[in-house]
């Protein structure tokens, strides 16, 4: 089993880019700490987003999402918390949160799924700013870096 895959989920359009773009920031700024990483750029994958999980123990999502809050709004979801808001997070008639949502009844997700995001508001057409886009990279980057260290900290084998 693979260890970690981020996967950025959008299109080329408006907000939509957000994953895109993160994943290719992530690459850039973080590739040499993130060597055990698969990175995958995925347009609009519906269902088949449960196939695209298989075989990882870990996977980050990040998406652009409509979630009622204001434009910017940095957000971390667990694969329950996805699962719970299956319609209200994506623009999309089969997004996201529903393929969580199936792959959760197929038991078909791996060991930890999490989902980080920035709102897009009233404004799904218009592409994030870069800064909004950068302080998401931080906070992945923070929490891969954090989890990193914990895991290495809590391991039986050290």
Known sequence: ??????????????????????????????AATLQHCTFLKLDRPGAGLIERLQG??????????????????????????ISEQAAGLSSHNFGVAEAVALGRVMGQLPQELVLYGLDAGEKPD?????????????????????RERDQIISSPER
Request: no cysteine.
């Open 1 to 30: 089993m693979k260890a970690l895959l981020i996967a950025g989920i959008g299109s080329p359009f408006g907000a939509d880019q957000l994953g895109w773009q993160v994943v290719d920031d992530l690459q850039k700024s973080a």
């Open 126 to 146: 218009m592409a994030f700013e870069t800064g909004e886009t950068e302080q998401l990279v931080a906070r992945v980057v923070h929490e891969l870096s954090e």
């Open 56 to 81: 990882y123990a870990r996977v980050i999502l990040i998406d652009a999402l409509q979630a009622g809050r204001p434009r910017g709004t940095l957000v971390r979801l667990d694969a329950e918390q």
